[in-house]
């Protein structure tokens, strides 16, 4: 087990500085940024005011950044002497506190394979069968992309991991079991409240499928209304510390889904996980086969959760990949069951071909994104100080102070506050290269788009540097044609076309595309002007 736990650990953390110090990624900042924010105000209270426009989810996570930060922020005090330096250096680059809000993101990941290891072996109640299971969380490319950033997605896992594991140990009595399972679901308000319908239906699927004891009825009867209070009272806690925070809302409510959509909600729902994880995938159909005849409280448990859950996406959200990870403690179960039934010439070279798959995308990772590989080639290649415009999403290069001014006189709402932060260090604390670069993915100027060529030439811009992220389509396509009129000096292929998006744990291009790619991201393209 420890060596499956270091396995998690490696390819976990292989990939948590993907991307920094240019890119972070989408649900990260709201947590990190209001650590930061508590600490610069000194305040554990969330007020409107100062959070609003930082912070849309419940606070509880960052609050569990807090002391973490305060640590890194002690340590950089020393460093640069001054409190008012040390603020204005991490407005200009708060990497190191993503980074560390990763490096804990990934240790949670690596306790959850830990809870669902415990979680299999109390149901199946032997060894092997756990091992497996635990060995396919830690290497489940769904669970290694979003354990290396800091989004909440890696927190719901460990909840509904920890939720399985309070309520498989038989060896506690159902009293103890349910007030733990109904105290990590109320605390789940206070993460992200929108899974807390799923936990509490994951605990009553239980309760029903799964509790043996006859007197289970009895204790429903005597703690439902003392259950509802309390859960009451944690659904108005984090309302309290933060009422704001209501995370994502609904989107599909207004629109009823077909019959044909609510029948394959859940093959809908996992066509992605199949696509990239076919022998994992396969191994939870034969798992579900096993308990079908073997284990029949256990299948109905599974079944019936992995279709509400799929259910309530279809009619209340919409499916994205990510949002398939709470099955996985289920689904590692099942596939750890069925792996542990087959014979070891079968199962360690599939298992060695998980390895191979799972380290594949932690190198990729590991070696970073296009846009990384872009900048570094510009420090490489492109002399200081020289004229280059950028569009993409997280292209950002060190602006010279003239820059810095021509962007504000174009659209001074286009710049960033840690562009603000970084043109206000003096020059010995600022990055040693810096570039005349124009950001053209923020800027909102009409008038200038319109003859964004012409400016360019006009200006004596002299390099362009275009990535397709999914940005304007109409603006990518004229600045590639701005580009044609110059000469193409570099291209860094990424895995975005390959249907490959590591930050959003999307693998839709299947594990073939893995090895197809040279580097995660979107295509980079470099020009230089004649």
Known sequence: MFAILILAFALRVAGVGHGLPLLV??????????????????????????????????????????????????????????????????????????????IVTAALGVLSVYLIYRFARNIWKTEAPALWAAFFTATSLLAISLSSVARHWTAVLFLFS??????????????????????VAGTSFGVVGDFTISLLALIALWF?????????????????????????????????LYPIGMG?????ILKAPYVVDVLIAPFAFGYSFFVSE?????????????????????FCLSACFAYLYALLFLIFFRYEARFFLPLIPLFSALAGLAFSRIRMRVSIPAALLIIFLSARLALLAWGGDTRELARAWVDGHIPEKSRIATYGKGLRLPKTKEAFAEQAVLDASSLRSADRADESLSEST????????????????????SGITEYLARNDYQFLAVSEDGGDDSRVMELKKTGDAGALIQVFSGSYTDGVRYTDADFKGGFPALFRIRALGPDMILYMFK
């Open 430 to 449: 600022r990055s040693a290269r810096r570039y005349h670069a124009l950001n053209l993915y923020a800027l909102q100027n009409d008038k200038l788009w």
């Open 248 to 252: 994502f809302k609904a989107e599909t």
């Open 25 to 102: 990624v989408d649900d990260e900042p709201p947590f990190v940024f209001s650590a930061l924010k508590m600490l610069e105000l000194k305040t554990l209270v969330l007020h409107g005011e100062n959070f609003k426009d930082i912070l849309y989810y419940p606070p509880y996570l960052a609050y569990a950044l807090l002391p973490f930060f305060a640590v890194l922020a002690g340590l950089l005090f020393f460093r640069f002497g001054s409190l008012e330096l040390l603020k204005t250096y991490v407005a200009a680059d708060p990497s190191l506190f993503f980074l560390t809000a990763r």
């Open 278 to 298: 076919p022998i994992f995938a396969l191994a939870v159909f034969a798992g579900m086969w096993i308990a079908l005849r073997n284990y029949k409280r256990f």
């Open 162 to 183: 920890l939720v399985l594991f309070f309520l498989s140990h038989t060896a506690w009595t159902a009293r103890k079991r349910y007030a733990l399972s109904l105290f």
């Open 208 to 240: 029903f499928f799964c509790e043996c004891d006859e007197s289970r009825w009895k204790l429903l009867k005597k703690y439902w209304l003392p259950s509802a209070i309390v859960l009451g009272f944690f659904y108005k806690l984090p309302l309290w």
